[in-house]
């Protein structure tokens, strides 16, 4: 079973038997994660280091009552709350170009969900020349401006969403907030379950 | 030597992908560069030969999420 009871059967069994990783657990990793779940998706590789605190709840999924948890125990709760038939892999861990390889080989496709930009470098650096297909955000940063982000197609194995511009910058009063950071988050969503299913991303 | 550089035609003297971002001072690990539809990024662009006609593409990678 999957909480999409829309799909074909077809579609059914491309996206269950999928398995997609996770690089964060914060603003884009968690939200994807939830729209990737509810798209249909039963397979998640979900890694994170930190702890869920007040200032995650402006845009994260997450709750009041999780503050002060795992980000990887408080997601796999709620995520296990849409489905409770996922077969979810968390680690806590902080991700690097050594470690990234491995926990990502048994996937078909891999989410970045990163907030730094150097953190984001690693992983598109440390992926992309082996081929594995990445689905990477940059530029989602303050308000308004939702027709700025977009998704491009970037050589053959990455989809990079967002504005490319805006960066968390407190100083110019760009901070992460859910309206943008949910729209780059459903729209990563959206190209892996696209590219999946071999549609237009 | 003339490349396409995000559409335009740009003149260069850069040998490779590196060197012409370092002439427009740009960080190699603040992009993902696109050359001829493949991507080069990292020590790739390090390497990369630019060759007149090229076509150069290059996304900025910034904070958030």
């Known amino acids: 079973m999957t909480a999409n009871t829309y799909l074909a059967e077809g579609e059914r069994a491309i996206l269950e038997s999928a398995r997609i990783g996770v690089a964060g657990a914060g603003g884009l990793g968690s939200n994807c994660a939830a729209h990737l779940v509810r798209a249909g998706i039963r397979r998640l590789v979900i890694a994170d280091f930190d702890t869920v605190n007040e200032s995650n709840l402006n845009r994260q999924f997450f709750f009041r009552d999780q503050v002060g948890r795992k980000k990887i125990d408080a997601l796999r709760e709620n995520l296990l709350r849409i489905e409770p038939g996922l077969e979810l892999e968390m680690h806590d861990m902080k991700l690097d170009s050594g470690n990234v390889p491995a926990l990502f080989a048994d996937c078909d496709i891999v989410a970045e969900a990163f907030d730094s930009a150097a953190a984001k470098s690693m992983l598109l650096n440390t992926l992309l020349p082996s081929g594995k297909r990445v689905v990477a955000v940059s530029g989602i940063a303050g308000w308004g401006n939702s027709n700025a982000i977009t998704v491009k197609r970037i050589g053959t194995n990455l989809v990079m969403i967002g504005d490319l511009h805006t960066g968390v910058d407190p100083d110019a009063g760009n901070y992460p907030a859910s309206p943008r950071v949910g729209i780059a988050a459903a729209m990563q969503a959206n190209s892996i379950i696209a590219w999946l299913l071999n549609q237009k991303i | ?65």
């Open chain 2, 1 to 65: 030597m003339k490349i396409v550089y995000q559409g335009d035609v740009t003149e260069t003297a850069a040998g490779k992908v590196a060197g012409f971002l370092n002439e427009r001072n740009i960080p190699i690990q603040s992009v993902i560069a696109e050359l001829n539809g493949e991507i080069c990024g990292g020590r790739d662009s390090e390497m990369q030969l630019l060759r007149a006609g090229d076509v150069l593409n290059v996304f900025r990678i910034v904070a958030g999420g």
